[in-house]
């Protein structure tokens, strides 16, 4: 078994033809993959396959072999191209003296402090989200010193869509689709109530339109 110091998970994306592996840091999940490692004995056993499709026979017996020889020998391959992959990628990774984890060196890593930005933020990065958040804040609070409903009449009847051609009104009083009136009335002829909206009966006198 390879020994990886430098994080519990990766991700194993050898096949037949090769090895390779991806390691990701253990705080911002960030991958970073190593070198392609041909596999000599997986490629022979492709280029046998290949020719034992066109021949068959002898040729297919030779593919069947260069599995078995695969398998055979596929244990230390295998681990000997992980053991090279660990040393390739190993230099990324930095582990910090204060907390003992460690951390991918691109992202993760202070390089002024010399700890792991969980320890040693980066003070820049600090203060940008600090900046963003308080400029968040002050935006929800000026939003709601505002008046938003200044210019919409809430006691006249408004429908969400235009009658005429069916367009969203947004509170206005004509439509801005088609001109059409939004805040109709309609004059009762008995008592002369003018009625919001489209009223079978008069809300005052009870007369049918």
Not at 85 to 108: D, L, M, N, S, Y
Not at 159 to 179: D, H, I, L, R, S
Request: hydrophobic share 35%.
């Amino acid at each position: 078994m390879v020994a990886i110091r430098f994080t519990g998970n990766y991700e194993d994306l050898s096949t037949d033809r090769g090895f390779q592996f991806k390691f990701y840091c253990e705080k911002c999940n960030n991958g970073y993959m190593s070198t392609f490692k041909t596999s000599t004995i997986g490629m022979l056993g492709s280029a046998a396959r290949a020719a034992s499709s066109l021949f068959g026979g002898f040729l297919g017996n030779v593919a069947d072999s260069s599995y078995e020889v695969q398998r055979a020998i596929g244990g230390p391959a295998h681990d000997s191209a992980l053991k090279d992959a660990v040393e390739e990628i190993a230099p990324i990774f930095k582990q910090c003296t204060r907390c003992g984890h460690w951390v991918c060196e691109p992202i993760c890593w202070n390089k002024k402090a010399g700890l792991c930005e969980n320890c040693a933020p980066d003070l820049d990065e600090e203060m940008a989200a600090a900046q963003a958040e308080a400029a968040r804040e002050q935006v929800q609070t000026k939003a709601r010193e505002v008046d938003w409903m200044k210019s919409r009449k809430v006691d006249q009847v408004t429908g969400a869509v235009c009658p005429g051609c069916g367009a969203k009104t947004q509170g206005g009083k004509f439509c801005q689709e088609c001109g059409a009136t939004l805040q109709a009335k309609k004059g009762c002829a008995g008592c002369g109530h003018e009625a919001e909206g489209s009223p079978k009966f008069c809300p005052e006198c009870g007369q049918r339109y």
